[in-house]
């Protein structure tokens, strides 16, 4: 687990939101860890407003170099694209991932 330390957002062409993550002690050289807005919502409820994930903390596993995605590419880069990841919500949080199960989209 890392502690995410920063957390920024990039609105796409697509009009799909890119929340563009920092933590601390996750990645070599503090590379960003890219995660869509469906990803975020999926895993702890949050629609928006991601800056409150400052403070989480979060477990990521990429693919390898190699590996075959489910598009059936393979990649080409080690340690760039998410193959799992998972949230620890701060406390403040916990109601929000709570109502999230019951299928409630906070923020």
């Known amino acids: 687990m890392a502690l995410i330390t920063s957390i920024r957002t990039k609105v796409r062409e697509d ?3 890119l929340a563009i993550i920092r933590t601390e002690g996750m990645t070599p050289d503090s590379t960003p860890i890219f995660l869509t807005s469906k990803q975020i919502a ?3 409820g949050l629609s928006n407003n991601f800056s409150l994930l400052k403070g989480a903390d979060i477990n990521v596993s990429f693919y390898k170099k190699g590996d075959k995605l489910v598009s059936g590419a393979e990649v080409t880069d080690d ?7 998972d949230l620890e919500l701060p406390a403040k949080l916990q109601g929000i991932q709570a109502a999230a199960a019951f299928g409630a989209s906070m923020f």
């Open 15 to 17: 009009n799909s939101v």
């Open 42 to 44: 999926a895993a702890c």
């Open 79 to 85: 340690g760039k694209i998410v193959k799992e990841f």
